[in-house]
């Protein structure tokens, strides 16, 4: 299943519950108020007061020296494995993360740096054995091990922290340093209950995305110590990621990360609740504020333009879809939603 595959033309029914992804949110009246509010300067001379106030601020907040605002989640993944690493070494990762998957080979193709990726375990992690196993010999026939990366939440899964701390000792005990990709870092702390130091501290780097669930329309915080962060600014720029005034963004970010986060544990028990119902009509797994949806006879096109017509736009695939839970679902939505699947199964 490709969750980034064509979806299909906008339907004619006017679209309440939109499950293909939290990334599709739009910013709400507060935070456009805040946008628009927003003291600004030219960041690329290091004068714009708001983005320094929220790399300064997440930093501090997950126990980081230094944070730096980018523009997506894949700049920010790709700046930290380029501060991490030089051409010629090796990041270990795993085979269905979203580094290996679904960035286009940036940190080989850009940086020169190998990726080995691994088999991910059911629950999203990754075996200490396995990354003890695939980390290469001092040995001029192999690239040098340099960096692990992690992912949390994976597939909507939140990583236990016993086993994040398993694999990140498995990787420093070789001689690793250890990245998290982080995009719904805080998904996964309001999952496992934990508090957001106590995830942030077995990272050396993390990557937090501030459009994927807490609504922000663009932009991710790389946080890590200070030297790698000044490394990062370097890529930043060299990647042609310096803006000019992009504290009208930031001043989204800031406001999602004071107003969104506690309100993300709605999203689970949405997710719960819609997997309640659909699970009279195929295999669901739910995950945070993800449910992956096997019905029988697999996702079809009549299923898709059925739901399209109650407001409901779902995600093109075939046999598993994935529907994401989010803070533009309302109570409203997710009922259509739930009407819907009911009327077309029945």
């Not at 080989?108 to 375990?121: R, T």
Request: proline content about 2%; some cysteine.
């Amino acid at each position: 299943m490709n969750q980034y595959a064509a979806t299909q033309d906008a339907p004619a029914t006017q679209i309440i519950c939109d499950l293909r992804s939290d990334t599709v949110t739009a910013p709400d009246a507060k935070m456009r108020a805040a946008m628009a509010d927003a003291e600004v300067g030219d960041d690329v001379y290091g004068e714009d007061a708001t983005v320094n106030r929220l790399e300064a601020s997440l930093a501090e907040r997950l126990g980081k020296e230094a944070g730096l605002f980018l523009a997506s989640g894949t700049q920010s993944n790709l700046v930290g494995l380029l501060s991490h690493c030089a051409r010629g070494e090796e990041i270990i990762t795993g085979k269905d993360y979203h580094i290996w998957k679904y960035e286009a080979a940036g940190a080989s193709v850009l940086g020169g740096i190998a990726l080995d990726p691994l088999q991910v375990a059911t629950d999203g992690g990754l075996e200490p054995d396995a990354i003890r196993a695939a980390v290469k010999e001092d040995d001029s026939h192999h690239a040098m091990s340099r960096l692990l990366t992690l992912e949390n939440t994976h597939n909507g899964l939140a990583v236990p922290l016993e086993r994040c701390m398993a694999a990140a000792d498995a990787g420093r005990d070789a001689g690793l340093s250890v990245h998290l990709d982080g995009a719904r870092f805080f998904n996964a702390v309001e999952a496992l209950g934990c508090s957001e130091t106590d995830l942030a501290g077995i990272f050396d780097t993390i990557s937090i995305c501030l459009s994927k669930g807490l609504g922000a329309p663009v932009g991710s915080v790389l946080v890590g110590p200070r030297d790698v962060i000044d490394r990062a600014r370097r890529w930043r720029k060299m990647l042609g990621g310096g803006t000019r005034q992009a504290g009208l963004l930031a001043a989204a970010g800031q406001l999602a990360l004071e107003y969104n986060v506690d309100r993300l544990a709605e999203d689970r028990m949405r997710a719960e609740r819609l997997g309640q119902t659909l699970s009279a009509y195929g295999d669901v797994q739910q995950a945070t504020n993800m449910i992956f949806f096997t019905p029988k006879g697999g996702v079809t096109t009549a299923m898709q333009q059925h739901m399209a017509g109650h407001g409901v736009r779902l995600s093109e695939a075939t046999g598993t879809t994935r529907f994401v839970l989010h803070k533009d679902v309302t109570d409203e939505g997710l009922q259509a939603a739930i009407t819907g699947f009911d009327s077309y199964f029945a």
